[in-house]
């Protein structure tokens, strides 16, 4: 009964959900090319679910998928080989490079995934590249839902796919972990990506609602990865950020969508587990020498989740906490934020004039939150008119929907 084909089936299923990125990573290696190593990945699903039934399931399914994708991926090449200009000499190369992928360990076959990951983030590639490619070849999205979650077409981001590949290739971008003295560097890249995609579904750029839980959780999941295989400090810092952020999820938009500040939320509705694992996660990312700006978001992320009521948040360490940021990763995003701590901390015209200075510089203009932030410090300030000036420059810049609802709301609280 435990052979039949309903339960073949139900069995590969399971082990393409948990592990086709680890089976795809590895024969990525072993056959130097993406395009071969997935129809070699889908070729070895296919014959498992042709022969399983009859020869029973081996007893280490992944290895026996690696393997006779491999096969069948030398078959191919050798068929092409007669039909167009490929050298036989691939196929010999790959029989001749390689040792039997049954006889891989586990550990193997984890690092072929985190050689996948600095591939795919590599800096030759640009930024939207690195996104698409470990979006599609680290996480298995299909290339419709990653072009649904950036809002571009499919035929835009198959494109950009391509041409990601394809510099790989011409590039002849290595498949590997970068050494010790570029991993620093190289690292930076990886995380870049991770939180991109995080950003992307927490706080979405456009569209109808305020968050896309699938790529938030997707880049929670690739998070999880990387800190099993890669334990640096700085992967720890934004696994734990992107928990902290997670945790404030059903709490930040009513029934019907609409945005609810962080000072309104109900904190009862916070997920209380997925706060301490990343309380903990913090704790030890701080505990390095040298905190990078992962930790210290995640140390202005705890501060945040730790406070029992908005009252209780400590913005004086919160500001000083942006202080340090600034002096590591200067921005005039973080600029903002430091000055929206300082303004709960000592007043709004203390915040004011930090926004101010920032936007008579050029910088933000065209960012729809320095206006949202300045136009709430005016309010708060009684500068009523100032206040319903920037909530309407801030209407025009938002693109999502939900935010524009609360900005007209704002501005109609505040009369005519």
Not at 323 to 337: A, F, G, K
Not at 365 to 383: M, P, T, V
Request: glycine share 4%; hydrophobic share 40%; aromatic share 6%.
């Amino acid at each position: 009964m435990q052979n039949t084909p309903e339960h073949i089936h139900q069995l590969l299923d399971v082990i393409y959900r948990k592990e086709s990125r680890q089976v795809f990573a590895t024969l990525i290696r072993l056959l130097g090319d993406f395009d071969l190593a997935e129809d070699a990945m889908q070729d070895a699903f296919r014959i498992a679910l042709e022969q399983w039934g009859e020869k029973g399931i081996p007893s280490h399914p992944r290895a026996w998928l690696i393997s006779t994708g491999r096969f069948k991926a030398i078959d191919r090449i050798r068929r092409q080989s007669k039909f167009e200009s490929l050298p036989v000499q691939q196929s010999r190369q790959i029989e001749a490079d390689t040792v039997d992928p049954s006889r891989q360990v586990d550990k193997e076959i984890e690092d072929d995934v985190l050689r996948l990951i600095f591939t795919c983030c590599h800096p030759a590639l640009s930024l939207d590249a690195r996104t698409a490619l470990t979006l599609r070849e680290v996480c298995g999205l299909t290339t419709e839902e990653i072009a649904s979650a950036f809002l571009v077409t499919p035929s835009t981001l198959a494109q950009r796919i391509v041409r990601a590949k394809a510099k790989i290739r011409e590039a002849r971008i290595p498949f590997e972990v970068p050494p010790q003295y570029e991993l620093s560097d190289r690292l930076g890249t990886v995380l870049q990506v991770i939180y991109l995609v995080f950003n992307e579904g927490y706080y979405a750029s456009s569209g109808e609602s305020v968050t896309r839980v699938d790529l938030s959780r997707e880049a929670i999941r690739l998070g999880h990865l990387l800190h099993e295989l890669l334990p640096d400090p700085e992967v720890t810092g934004l696994l734990g950020l992107m928990l902290l952020h997670e945790s404030r999820r059903s709490a930040r938009t009513t029934p019907a969508g609409d945005l609810i500040l962080l000072e309104d939320q109900d904190r009862l509705l916070w997920d209380h587990d997925m706060i301490a694992e990343g309380l903990s996660l913090v704790e030890r990312a701080f505990s390095s020498k040298r905190p990078g700006p992962y930790t210290l978001q995640a140390c202005i992320s705890a501060l945040h989740v730790e406070a029992k009521r908005p009252d209780d948040t400590d913005w004086a360490q919160i500001a000083g906490l942006y202080n340090l940021l600034l002096q590591i990763n200067p921005s005039p995003v973080i600029e903002l934020n430091r000055a929206i701590a300082i303004a709960m901390h000592k007043g709004p015209e203390a915040g004011l004039q930090k926004i101010d200075a920032i936007l008579e510089r050029g910088e933000l203009n065209d960012y729809h939150l320095a206006h949202s932030a300045r136009a709430e410090l005016c309010r708060k300030a009684g500068r009523t008119n100032e206040a319903r000036a920037s909530w309407e420059r801030a209407l025009v810049l938002a693109q999502q929907d939900p935010e524009r609802r609360f900005i007209e709301q704002k501005l109609k609280e505040l009369g005519t």
